[in-house]
Every structure is written in structure tokens, then in C-alpha cells.
């Protein structure tokens, strides 16, 4: 299990490293203003489905139907095919109604603004479907307990944003977020080359081989496994991405607030993401084909001992993540962000936003685990119903903290709302069975480590503004 993790956990933390890269110039290229935020909304849709796709919902139906499956290569091809074919015809939607669909993601931007986004929205949207490419082959390669490829391929996107801004940071503002809307589409097809590379090396492709051969004699005996999967996947979408989709709410939002508050919320959320990727979700990716197994197999208690070493492993993480970053947020943002075109007076702004999303960090990463349970069983319905409820309370939490705090309320939203999530979670997984893990000493342990975290955290930040001063 942790040779696993570890894996996930490097291939994203090689990732991000070079996200935070990408950000630093990027707020140093462009800073924090209009074309920040085109671009950012821009890349933002394509983002979202990357996300529910690659982080969860997709593999988390997929792979329960395709372990269950007596079709398997049928099965598969017949999924592949009709996602592809779907997202091809809704990218020629979006470059057909571009402005539509950019009025919908940023409604309070103006005419003009929106025309200068409705471009690169069309353009940034065609990411889509190669990151739909790559999370299919990552499914089949997670079935055969392949991780790397799909955990160190997320840098190469980094990557060609971080070239698109170094050739091109002597351009105008306008040039530049057109050359990274390109650079996205050249690291989502570097993304396919190198699963294309890692599906022909574990020899995937008499799955489709087979599969396409098959798909006219054999297509009715996947009947139930097709329907099967529809079931459970738009449920598995709204179940797996709370955390998405409250940041796509943020930033809509946000388009109603003063300029650069979409920003704002991106350069926070990115450092919230870090620690919610490389703990929660690289530690949810690794044990959940296991997790699928043993309980498709009746052996529960191999599936909830996996569940419980999980837990506290991220609950020691995440704990510590959310304390050190709570306390040093001023400092974080300081030093990944403020330089050349972002300011002081962004850098505050950025971090009162980055310490309310960590308030949400453990409630949201903790789900992630528990809510496996229910989609290894195919309960997909029941986390719909709860990350509904929590969408829901987000979007009255925001609404009711905009006015007051701005952005900063839209991140405290967000968190709130993760509690929320968690709660139902634990009710849904069984209030007894998690009471169950909780006693014992190692709870106490926890409370001793948070308090000497916050005690060092506070002394080491008196000595830092002492020094600074």
C-alpha cells in the first residue's frame, strides 16, 4: 500500500514543484489582473472535468464495472468510444459558442471581457479530450497496479506552460495568455504520448485490439455492465468533487468582485491543492483498486484495516499540513508569489484567502478515504446526495460571506462546507465503525504532535518577523 503512495505522492509532488514554478512566473510575468484572469477562466472548465476526471470520479466507476465485467475488452472500448465521441462534439460546441459558454463560467465579466476570453476558452477546452485519453489508459493501468506513469505525467503540462512563459515573457499581456492556452494543449498531448508508451509496455492494447473486433458481434452482453456504469458515474461526478467544484463556484463568484479577486483564489487554492493532492487524493488513488477488490472478494476486514492505516496516516499529515500552513500562510505566499508585477497588497490579499481554504484541508481530505468505501460498494448514489447537500450549504455560505469578506469569504465557504461533506461521510461509512478507529491512543498522540506543530510554528514565525524587522 505505501509503495503505492509513494509513488503517487512523488510523481505529484514533482508536479506541483513545477506548478508552483508555473505560478511564480506566472504572477511575476503577468501579476494579478485582467489577462491573469481570462486566462485562468479560460483554462478553468477544462480544469474542472481534469480534475473530476483524473482525481476520481471517472476511475472510481470504471474500474468497479470493469473488474466485474465478463467483457472486458468490449466493455472498455464501448466506454472509450462513446466518452470520445462525446467530447469531440462538445468541443466544437464550445469553439462554435465560445462567448455563450464564457458568459456561463464568467458572468461578471463585461462584453469586452469576455470577448477577449471567448478565444481562449475555445482553445483551452480542447484539453478535455486528451485528458480524457490519458484518465482511461491510467484506469487500465491502475488495474495493473501502474502508477508512476500517470502520477509524473501531470508535470509535463507544467512544463510546456512554464516554456510557453519564459519564450514569450517580453510580449504583451494578451500574447502571453494565448501562447499558454497553446502550451496546454502540447502538454495534454505529451500526457497521451507517454500512457500510449506505458499501455503498450504492459500490453494493453489487445484490450482494444480485441475490443474494437468485438464491439459489433459482442455489444449485447455488456448490456447490464454499460448500464451499470452510467448508474453510478454522474453520480460518481458530484460525489468525488466537492472540492472542484466549490473552487469553479469561488471563481465565479469572484467575477463579480473587483479585479483580480479571481486570481486571488487561484494562487490560494493552488497552495491549498498541494497537500490535498500529494496526501489525500495520490493516498484515495492508490488504495482504492485494492479496496475494490477485497470487498468484491466479501473480505471486509482486509478492505477496513486498509481504510483505518489510512486514515491516520493522512490524518497526521494533513493535521500538520493545515497547522504549519495556517500560521506561515503571510510567508508561503511571500515567497512563492511576491515579485515583479504582484505586489504587497496582492500577497495579503492571497494569503487571508489561502488560510481560510486550509481551514477545509482535513475535512476534505479525510472524506476523500471514507467516501472510497462507498464507491468500491457502488454506492455512488449516496455521496451524490451527500456532496449535493454540501454544494448546496457552499453555495448559501458563500452568498451569505461575499459581502462581508469578498474572496475571503468564498474560501471560508468552501471549508465550512467541507465540514459538511465529512460529517455525512461518517454517517454514510457508519458513526460506529469510524468511533471504532478513533479509540485509540494513537488519537492522543495526534493532539500531543498539533500542539508542539503550533507551539514551534508560532516561535519559528516570531523569529522570522523579528529577523525581517
Given at each position: 500500500m505505501f509503495k503505492s503512495i509513494f509513488t503517487n505522492s512523488f510523481g505529484i509532488l514533482t508536479s506541483r514543484i513545477l506548478g508552483f514554478v508555473r505560478d511564480m512566473l506566472q504572477a511575476s510575468i503577468l501579476g494579478a489582473n485582467i489577462y491573469t484572469d481570462i486566462f485562468i477562466v479560460a483554462f478553468k472548465l477544462p480544469n474542472l472535468f481534469r480534475r473530476i476526471f483524473a482525481e476520481g470520479a471517472f476511475t472510481q466507476s470504471f474500474l468497479p464495472s470493469f473488474a466485474h465485467s465478463k467483457q472486458k475488452s468490449v466493455f472498455s472500448v464501448s466506454i472509450f468510444m462513446k466518452f470520445f465521441g462525446f467530447l469531440v462534439l462538445f468541443s466544437i460546441l464550445v469553439a462554435l459558442f465560445s462567448n455563450f459558454f464564457t458568459n456561463i463560467i464568467a458572468s461578471g465579466f463585461d462584453a469586452h471581457t469576455i470577448s477577449e476570453a471567448a478565444p481562449l476558452v475555445a482553445i483551452n477546452f480542447n484539453y478535455l479530450i486528451l485528458i480524457f485519453t490519458v484518465t482511461f489508459l491510467a484506469s487500465l493501468l491502475q488495474y495493473k497496479n501502474h502508477f508512476a506513469t500517470t502520477a509524473f505525467s501531470t508535470a509535463l503540462l507544467n512544463i510546456a506552460i512554464i516554456g510557453a512563459l519564459l519564450s514569450s515573457k517580453e510580449e504583451s499581456s494578451k500574447t502571453i495568455v494565448y501562447n499558454m492556452s497553446y502550451a496546454v494543449i502540447i502538454g495534454g498531448l505529451m500526457q497521451v504520448v507517454v500512457h500510449v508508451i506505458a499501455a503498450k509496455n504492459f500490453h494493453l492494447f489487445k484490450i482494444f485490439v480485441g475490443g474494437f473486433y468485438g464491439l459489433k458481434t459482442?455489444?449485447?452482453?455488456?448490456?447490464?455492465?454499460?448500464?451499470?456504469?452510467?448508474?453510478?458515474?454522474?453520480?460518481?461526478?458530484?460525489?468525488?468533487?466537492?472540492?472542484?467544484?466549490?473552487?469553479?463556484?469561488?471563481?465565479?463568484?469572484?467575477?463579480?468582485?473587483?479585479?483580480?479577486?479571481?486570481?486571488?483564489?487561484?494562487?490560494?487554492?493552488?497552495?491549498?491543492?498541494?497537500?490535498?493532492?500529494?496526501?489525500?487524493?495520490?493516498?484515495?488513488?492508490?488504495?482504492?483498486?485494492?479496496?475494490?477488490?477485497?470487498?468484491?472478494?466479501?473480505?471486509?476486514?482486509?478492505?477496513?484495516?486498509?481504510?483505518?492505516?489510512?486514515?491516520?496516516?493522512?490524518?497526521?499529515?494533513?493535521?500538520?499540513?493545515?497547522?504549519?500552513?495556517?500560521?506561515?500562510?503571510?510567508?508561503?505566499?511571500?515567497?512563492?508569489?511576491?515579485?515583479?508585477?504582484?505586489?504587497?497588497?496582492?500577497?495579503?490579499?492571497?494569503?487571508?484567502?489561502?488560510?481560510?481554504?486550509?481551514?477545509?484541508?482535513?475535512?476534505?481530505?479525510?472524506?476523500?478515504?471514507?467516501?472510497?468505501?462507498?464507491?468500491?460498494?457502488?454506492?455512488?448514489?449516496?455521496?451524490?446526495?451527500?456532496?449535493?447537500?454540501?454544494?448546496?450549504?457552499?453555495?448559501?455560505?458563500?452568498?451569505?460571506?461575499?459581502?462581508?469578506?469578498?474572496?475571503?469569504?468564498?474560501?471560508?465557504?468552501?471549508?465550512?462546507?467541507?465540514?459538511?461533506?465529512?460529517?455525512?461521510?461518517?454517517?454514510?461509512?457508519?458513526?460506529?465503525?469510524?468511533?471504532?478507529?478513533?479509540?485509540?491512543?494513537?488519537?492522543l498522540i495526534l493532539l500531543g504532535l498539533t500542539i508542539v506543530v503550533i507551539i514551534v510554528s508560532l516561535i519559528i514565525k516570531k523569529e522570522f518577523i523579528h529577523v525581517a524587522l
Open positions: 459482442k455489444s449485447s452482453r455488456i448490456t447490464n455492465d454499460i448500464k451499470k456504469f452510467k448508474s453510478t458515474f454522474g453520480a460518481s461526478v458530484l460525489g468525488s468533487s466537492t472540492a472542484q467544484i466549490s473552487a469553479f463556484l469561488d471563481g465565479w463568484l469572484a467575477s463579480f468582485l473587483f479585479a483580480g479577486s479571481i486570481s486571488y483564489l487561484y494562487y490560494a487554492n493552488r497552495i491549498f491543492q498541494f497537500p490535498l493532492a500529494l496526501f489525500a487524493i495520490a493516498t484515495s488513488v492508490a488504495i482504492f483498486p485494492k479496496v475494490s477488490r477485497y470487498l468484491k472478494n466479501n473480505d471486509n476486514q482486509k478492505a477496513y484495516l486498509m481504510l483505518e492505516k489510512s486514515f491516520w496516516f493522512l490524518a497526521y499529515l494533513l493535521t500538520g499540513a493545515s497547522t504549519i500552513g495556517i500560521v506561515f500562510s503571510d510567508e508561503i505566499v511571500w515567497l512563492l508569489y511576491e515579485r515583479g508585477a504582484f505586489t504587497a497588497v496582492d500577497s495579503s490579499h492571497t494569503s487571508m484567502i489561502l488560510s481560510m481554504y486550509l481551514v477545509g484541508l482535513i475535512p476534505f481530505g479525510l472524506s476523500r478515504i471514507f467516501s472510497l468505501w462507498l464507491y468500491a460498494k457502488q454506492r455512488q448514489k449516496e455521496a451524490a446526495k451527500i456532496s449535493a447537500i454540501s454544494l448546496g450549504a457552499n453555495i448559501i455560505l458563500s452568498l451569505a460571506l461575499i459581502v462581508p469578506f469578498q474572496a475571503a469569504g468564498l474560501a471560508l465557504a468552501s471549508s465550512l462546507s467541507g465540514f459538511i461533506l465529512f460529517y455525512l461521510t461518517i454517517e454514510k461509512f457508519g458513526k460506529e465503525q469510524f468511533l471504532t478507529i478513533l479509540k485509540d491512543k494513537r488519537v
